[in-house]
């Protein structure tokens, strides 16, 4: 039987979503981003799913699209057949997910880590937007999210000369939020998924949007959309949980509601 081009497992409360097209450093094929994009979709409709971790390999996150696909694509299948769009889908996943990023993250593997909520990266991680050596560029929001992320100058540098990051620059630059030793890269990515499992999941969930909402909305209406989704979130049980169990000096028990 041909291995599955994603590993799924469900550790407790985190969900971890792994590619595995080793040999082409996973390339994403239509078949694999088909793969990530109902992974992630079936542990956000599991109600016992809190937090899910997207990663790679040790020598790959991703090296980018498919290149032999992409090359055999026209103008009018790519339109046609809507793959691209399936990936934006990605934002839809109310769950957190964390990238774990170790080796190379490049081209649309960068754009699939930054549709991400937070990337948590090896030292030896490598981030680029390559396809202007291909004499294309970005498709998958890679001229968007990285500019938002990192700036016009840094975007400009790497999206019109290929230049990668190393993990320490991309830290430096506000790409990633941590930078761990070679052989932690997907601990690490568990451990900060699990941090945010143990929290109460609507205010997660919430601050997660309002957090996005940061990129779509002037500044007034952003704070507006933050304050009803405090006022959301203090309606809920869990928000009953927390305040209480910190005045009784005891660990909250958050279930959700
Ligand atoms: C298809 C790929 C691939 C890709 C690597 N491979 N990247 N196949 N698509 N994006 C394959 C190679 O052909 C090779 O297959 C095997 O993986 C190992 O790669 P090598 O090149 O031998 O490894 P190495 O010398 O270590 O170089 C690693 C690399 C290089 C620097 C990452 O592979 C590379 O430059 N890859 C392309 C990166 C890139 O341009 N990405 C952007 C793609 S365009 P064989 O069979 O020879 O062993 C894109 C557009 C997004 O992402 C638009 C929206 C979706």
């Keep these: 039987m041909a291995e599955p081009n994603v590993l799924v497992e469900r550790n407790g409360r985190v969900g971890v979503v792994l590619m595995n097209r080793p040999k082409q450093l996973n390339a994403l094929s239509a078949e694999l981003m088909e793969s990530v994009v109902s992974s992630l979709g079936e542990l956000?409709?599991?109600?016992?799913?809190?937090?899910?971790?997207?990663?790679?390999?040790?020598?790959?996150?991703?090296?980018?699209?498919?290149?032999?696909?992409?090359?055999?694509?026209?103008?009018?299948?790519?339109y046609?057949?809507?793959?691209?769009?399936?990936?934006?889908?990605?934002?839809?996943?109310?769950?957190?997910?964390?990238?774990?990023?170790?080796?190379?993250?490049?081209?649309?593997?960068?754009?699939?880590?930054?549709?991400c909520d937070l990337i948590v990266a090896s030292e030896d991680a490598k981030f680029g937007q390559p396809?202007?050596?291909?004499?294309?560029?970005?498709?998958?929001?890679?001229?968007?999210?990285?500019t938002r992320a990192v700036g016009k100058a840094i975007a400009m540098d790497m999206i019109l000369t290929g230049r990668?990051?190393?993990?320490?620059?991309?830290?430096?630059?506000?790409?990633?939020?941590?930078?761990?030793?070679?052989?932690?890269?997907?601990d690490e990515a568990k451990r900060a998924a699990a941090e945010i499992a143990e929290k109460g999941p609507v205010a997660v969930r919430l601050a997660k949007e309002a957090i996005d909402q940061a990129f779509e909305t002037p500044l007034a209406a952003g704070v507006e959309l933050e304050r009803r989704s405090f006022f959301l979130a203090r309606a809920s049980d869990d928000a009953e949980e927390g305040l209480k169990a910190f005045l009784e000096k005891r660990k909250p028990d958050f279930t959700g509601r």
């Design 80 to 115: 046609e057949n809507r793959r691209l769009e399936r990936w934006e889908s990605i934002r839809a996943v109310r769950t957190p997910i964390v990238a774990a990023v170790s080796g190379f993250c490049l081209g649309g593997g960068c754009e699939l880590a930054m549709l």
């Design 44 to 78: 956000d409709a599991d109600p016992g799913i809190r937090a899910i971790v997207l990663g790679g390999s040790e020598r790959a996150f991703a090296a980018g699209a498919d290149i032999a696909e992409l090359s055999a694509a026209t103008p009018v299948t790519l």
């Design 131 to 146: 396809e202007i050596n291909l004499g294309v560029l970005p498709g998958a929001g890679g001229t968007q999210r990285l």
């Design 164 to 186: 990668m990051l190393s993990a320490r620059e991309a830290l430096a630059h506000g790409l990633v939020a941590r930078v761990v030793a070679r052989e932690a890269w997907l």
